[in-house]
């Protein structure tokens, strides 16, 4: 792999930059990250996938936000990570295991077109209600149909661990607005240790659900895969769903399959944007902070 080499890849236009740790000539700290991820002074992505070697799977990877927080799992994430070491040949079988700071992943390319991953499966882990775990600080043992004041309104949240931290709150209608103007109060509401991930959710019927989705780290993105499946768990948990659901995001549709243990499974399309060499004037300044 050239110096420096990066893909951009999105899942439903939820888009990350793909480097590899033996490939890039700089640090990729905190300030890197967020000058990388910035739409003004470097590529724009919701964030970014950093292959590791691991000693557990067959391929190491570590998510950061664009805020240069680092994230334990991503669903569309580790799928355009799967379509990255699969088409550039890294990992030579259509099935294998990711190692991610939230635990090992199973994919399956289901789909190609030309060679190239397009449909891809992953055993993205087990749902977590204990409210500890996930974590939160209320002391009940879970953190279901709660309500909470955040910034001056009242909601109901419902709380899971899917590797990362979700508030999933049921809505009758759905309003981008009202996200965008309360999601980073509950991301850093004071019962949220770590920041939370949080989805609006209109249920459509027992195989379908909307959702709108505001990220830890990254704020609104048009689509999110553990959003899909942590949505899918609290449904499945409250017995509005069966054991399969179609998640209907802005950015289009994942689909999401959770067992009577609460084993998630996601399944959804990857497209490759297009691939380069970052330029040494970028890196230059890679380590300054982006200008308000
Ligand atoms: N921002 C998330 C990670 C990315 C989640 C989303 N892009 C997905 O596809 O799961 C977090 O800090 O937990």
Same mark, same amino acid.
């Given at each position: 792999?050239?110096?420096?080499?990066?893909?951009?890849?999105?899942?439903?236009?939820?888009?990350? %930059?793909?480097?590899?740790? &033996?490939?890039?000539?700089? @640090?990729? =700290?905190?300030?890197? /990250? $967020?000058?990388? *991820?910035?739409?003004?002074?470097?590529?724009?992505?919701?964030?970014?996938?950093?292959?590791?070697?691991?000693?557990?799977?067959?391929?190491?990877? %570590?998510?950061?936000?664009? &805020?240069?927080?680092?994230? @334990?799992? =991503?669903?569309?994430? /580790? $799928?355009?990570? *799967?379509?990255?070491?699969?088409?550039?040949?890294?990992?030579?079988?259509?099935?294998?295991?990711?190692?991610?700071?939230?635990?090992?992943?199973?994919?399956?390319?289901?789909?190609?077109?030309?060679?190239?991953?397009?449909?891809?499966?992953?055993?993205?882990?087990?749902?977590?209600?204990?409210?500890?775990?996930?974590?939160?600080?209320?002391?009940?043992?879970?953190?279901?149909?709660?309500?909470?004041?955040?910034?001056?309104?009242?909601?109901?949240?419902?709380?899971?661990?899917?590797?990362?931290?979700?508030?999933?709150?049921?809505?009758?209608?759905?309003?981008?607005?009202?996200?965008?103007?309360?999601?980073?109060?509950?991301?850093?509401?004071?019962?949220?240790?770590?920041?939370?991930?949080?989805?609006?959710?209109?249920?459509?019927?027992?195989?379908?659900?909307?959702?709108?989705?505001?990220?830890?780290?990254?704020?609104?993105?048009?689509?999110?895969?553990?959003?899909?499946?942590?949505?899918?768990?609290?449904?499945?948990?409250?017995?509005?769903?069966?054991?399969?659901?179609?998640?209907?995001?802005?950015?289009?549709?994942?689909?999401?399959?959770?067992?009577?243990?609460?084993?998630?499974?996601?399944?959804?399309?990857?497209?490759?944007?297009?691939?380069?060499?970052?330029?040494?004037?970028?890196?230059?300044?890679?380590?300054?902070?982006?200008?308000?």
């Amino acid at each position: 792999m050239k110096d420096n080499f990066f893909v951009k890849s999105h899942g439903l236009g939820n888009e990350y %930059l793909v480097l590899d740790s &033996d490939a890039i000539t700089f @640090e990729l =700290s905190a300030q890197a /990250i $967020r000058r990388l *991820c910035n739409t003004n002074y470097g590529l724009g992505t919701d964030g970014i996938l950093l292959k590791t070697n691991s000693t557990k799977a067959d391929v190491g990877l %570590l998510i950061f936000n664009p &805020d240069g927080s680092e994230a @334990e799992k =991503s669903g569309n994430g /580790i $799928r355009i990570f *799967c379509k990255y070491v699969f088409d550039y040949k890294i990992i030579q079988t259509p099935e294998f295991t990711v190692e991610t700071k939230g635990g090992i992943v199973h994919a399956n390319i289901l789909e190609t077109h030309q060679g190239k991953a397009k449909v891809i499966r992953i055993d993205i882990g087990k749902a977590i209600f204990q409210s500890k775990l996930i974590p939160t600080l209320y002391d009940t043992e879970e953190v279901q149909d709660v309500k909470a004041r955040i910034h001056g309104k009242e909601f109901e949240i419902n709380c899971v661990s899917v590797g990362n931290p979700h508030c999933v709150i049921l809505k009758e209608t759905l309003d981008a607005a009202e996200i965008k103007e309360f999601g980073t109060y509950i991301e850093h509401f004071h019962m949220f240790p770590n920041r939370i991930n949080t989805q609006f959710v209109k249920i459509i019927n027992r195989e379908r659900a909307e959702i709108l989705i505001w990220e830890r780290g990254a704020g609104f993105t048009l689509a999110s895969g553990t959003s899909s499946c942590a949505v899918a768990s609290v449904l499945k948990k409250k017995g509005l769903i069966d054991s399969k659901v179609t998640v209907q995001m802005i950015g289009g549709e994942l689909t999401v399959e959770v067992d009577d243990d609460f084993n998630i499974r996601l399944t959804g399309e990857v497209r490759q944007i297009c691939e380069g060499i970052l330029n040494p004037e970028l890196l230059e300044d890679i380590h300054l902070p982006i200008p308000k």
